[in-house]
């Protein structure tokens, strides 16, 4: 398979779908750590991207950074709140590195992710262990580092999103320090970080669209309405 334009096509389709399928499930979650918009913001994003894509000229798929380009622009400039322009930056990091070549190269993933950490930790002023979608994309970021330059890039993606729901997970236990959760104390604890979710779920549509985000969030599922606990995968 050609890592190219299609691929980051296809992969931020996954990610639209992904992102409504479980739109509910998001805006329970932030509706106890956050503001309860972050399910909708996300969606209408990706909502948009799907929208330019469709739009776009033919053969803009040649290159695997037009597509994640795409996805950029649109965060960039019509998603509000915080998630849009985080989500925009890491985007745009990724369609930056990408650029290179018309295909996609897991040095490109692990240097694209890196970079988008370091913007959004810059702009964020967040660090591992504040509850904010780092603690979901640093772990990521790891998982993309640890792979050879002649890695299969599915398989170093999906290694990405097992990280990163690893980090979700862990997000569940901390005390928030950053961002509308840190505000609410004890009351976000046991709670999963929104953000975080939305980079879980970022990677895992490289490879799936997610259905729902139960299974991903474990011992945290019984507390999303219309869910009931089930094992990770």
């Not at 999906?158 to 236990?173: C, F, I």
């Not at 320090?177 to 505000?183: N, P, Q, V, W």
């Given at each position: 398979m050609r890592f190219d334009g299609t691929f980051t096509d296809g992969w931020m389709r996954r990610f639209a779908a992904s992102a409504s399928a479980t739109e509910a499930e998001l805006t329970a979650l932030d509706q106890q750590a956050g503001d309860g918009d972050f399910g909708v913001n996300l969606t209408t994003g990706l909502d948009a991207t799907v929208r330019a894509l469709n739009g776009a000229p033919t053969g803009s798929l040649a290159a695997a950074q037009q597509p994640l380009q795409s996805a950029a622009t649109t965060f960039l400039d019509e998603v509000g709140g915080t998630s849009g322009p985080l989500f925009g930056l890491l985007l745009e990091e990724l369609a930056l590195a990408a650029a290179a070549g018309t295909a996609l190269t897991v040095p490109a993933l692990a240097a694209g992710?890196?970079?988008?950490?370091?913007?959004?930790?810059?702009?964020?002023e967040a660090a591992p262990g504040d509850?904010?979608?780092?603690?979901?994309?640093?772990p990521a970021c790891d998982a993309l580092n640890s792979r050879g330059t002649d890695a299969d890039v599915r398989k170093a993606l999906?290694?990405?999103?097992?990280?990163?729901?690893?980090?979700?997970?862990?997000?569940?236990?901390l005390r928030a320090?950053?961002?509308?959760?840190?505000?609410l104390g004890e009351r976000a604890t046991g709670v999963a970080d929104p953000?975080?979710?939305?980079?879980?779920?970022?990677?895992?549509?490289?490879?799936?669209?997610?259905?729902?985000?139960?299974?991903?969030?474990t011992c945290l599922s019984a507390s999303l309405p219309g869910t009931e606990t089930r094992p990770r995968p």
């Open positions: 992710a890196g970079s988008g950490l370091s913007v959004i930790q810059r702009i964020g509850k904010t979608l780092i603690d979901a994309l640093a999906a290694a990405a999103a097992g990280a990163a729901w690893d980090g979700v997970r862990n997000t569940a236990q320090r950053r961002g509308r959760a840190s505000y953000g975080a979710v939305g980079i879980g779920l970022l990677f895992a549509s490289a490879g799936e669209t997610v259905t729902v985000l139960a299974p991903f969030l």
